[in-house]
């Protein structure tokens, strides 16, 4: 199982905020339970490409569309609640709030924020399709 997606490796943002994504794991547990992993497996897949896509998104729409930016935040916030990844979803929704503000400024600093994160959460995603994987062919 390997991820055909890396269009997002460029070099990290740093900020002071905690970057790392702990997954609920009771829900990652129950989509597992379902099928043996593969509903997880594409669901992980699907978020890893959607946290890729607004990466590059956001920003543009910052600058065209606040509201639309806000929205894009909010679906990608539902798809991480889905799957447990709940400080990510929180940030985005921290962005969708204060895209109601019209304060282009203050939403590219929360960006960059929340760009680390992003990244960090696509890392653990690797890292929990790479033990799926693993525990497949024990």
């Not at 990608?76 to 447990?84: M, P």
Request: aromatic share 4%.
């Amino acid at each position: 199982m390997t991820l055909n997606m890396r269009c997002c490796d460029e070099a990290l943002p740093q900020s002071n905020k905690d970057t790392t994504e702990d997954f609920n794991t009771d829900k990652l547990a129950a989509l597992r339970q379902i099928d043996g992993a593969e509903l997880l497996s594409k669901s992980l897949r699907a978020l890893n490409e959607e946290i890729c896509m607004v990466r590059i998104d956001l920003p543009l729409l910052i600058n065209r569309d606040i509201i639309a930016a806000g929205r894009l935040a909010n679906k990608l916030a539902g798809f991480c609640n889905f799957l447990g990844a709940q400080t990510l979803a929180n940030e985005l929704r921290r962005f969708e709030t204060q895209s109601k503000n019209a304060d282009t400024e203050g939403l590219f600093r929360t960006l960059s924020e929340m760009d680390t994160l992003m990244a960090a959460t696509q890392k653990k995603v690797d890292r929990i399709l790479n033990e799926i994987e693993t525990d497949l062919m024990a």
